[in-house]
């Protein structure tokens, strides 16, 4: 929850080559206090079945850039386990291209921020959501 002195953030996950959320995301969350500054971790979750991260610790007065690493390769790992047995051989046969998605943005005090990651094995996108 934001205050007058601190921000908040907020994700879910949301598998675009499904239609599905993302269930089972490590997600950690850093912060620092100017972009020279060095980052801090502060935590991490992971999304539920929802796709939803609903415990990620709280901005420290004074945060100006917040960072949110998704370690994604665990979650299509274990998808494509799960499809192995039904799906033919395919291009995406090989390693996740990407393992990682590491998401920074500039956020002021007193104001909440929710960032969705909209995943797909080969790309993704973000946005400040609402």
């Known amino acids: ?48 079945a929802d796709g ?18 998704f370690e994604v390769e665990p979650y299509f790992e274990k998808k494509k386990a799960e499809a192995q047995q039904d799906a033919p051989a395919h291009r995406d046969s090989g390693a996740v291209f990407f393992p990682e998605v590491a998401i920074t943005f500039a956020v002021t005090a007193g104001e909440h921020y929710h960032v969705p990651l909209l995943l797909n094995p080969f790309g993704y996108s973000v946005y400040r959501g609402s």
């Open 52 to 69: 939803r991260c609903k415990d990620l610790p709280a901005l420290p007065e004074g945060t100006t850039h917040v960072r949110l690493d």
């Open 1 to 48: 929850m934001s205050t007058d002195t601190t921000a908040s953030v907020s994700t879910h996950i949301l598998d675009t080559s499904v239609g599905r959320p993302a269930g089972g995301v490590t997600v950690r969350l850093s912060a620092r206090p100017g972009w020279q500054a060095a980052w801090r971790e502060l935590g991490g979750s992971a999304t539920d």
